[in-house]
């Protein structure tokens, strides 16, 4: 079982910054993907960025350039740098980690809002 505790949402104006956190329990080295997903109201799930163990980033395109996502193995957490950020990215931010035993894990949510 992985644990995962999200911090950093809140409220920002258009072309302001964020850094999302996500702090997870276990061994990371069980750990295969972390990723970041949001969900804007009436809409579904969907991927904003993804990191593998081996280093490989993957970006959904509206944040590709705006949006860093990284880890750091010594402190079992994920990062989501949000720069330029713009009204349509207002969304719940969800952290999610992929075991190698396949097993994948979602944190609580946290709410970014920006204004215009």
């Known amino acids: 079982q992985v644990q995962l505790a999200e911090s950093g949402g809140g409220l920002v104006q258009a072309g302001g910054s964020l850094r999302l956190s996500c702090a997870h329990s276990?061994?990371?080295?069980?750990?295969?993907?972390m990723g970041w997903y949001r969900q804007a109201p009436g809409k579904q799930r969907e991927l904003v960025a993804t990191?593998?163990?081996?280093?490989?980033?993957n970006y959904e395109d509206s944040v590709k350039g705006r949006f860093t996502i990284s880890r750091d193995y010594a402190k079992n957490t994920a990062y989501l740098q949000m720069n330029s950020l713009k009204p349509e990215d207002t969304a719940i931010y969800y952290c999610?980690?992929?075991?190698?035993?396949?097993?994948?894990?979602w944190g609580q949510g946290t709410q970014v809002t920006v204004s215009s």
């Open positions: 999610n980690v992929v075991r190698y035993s396949g097993f994948s894990y």
């Open positions: 276990g061994s990371g080295s069980s750990i295969t993907a």
């Open positions: 990191l593998t163990s081996g280093g490989l980033t």
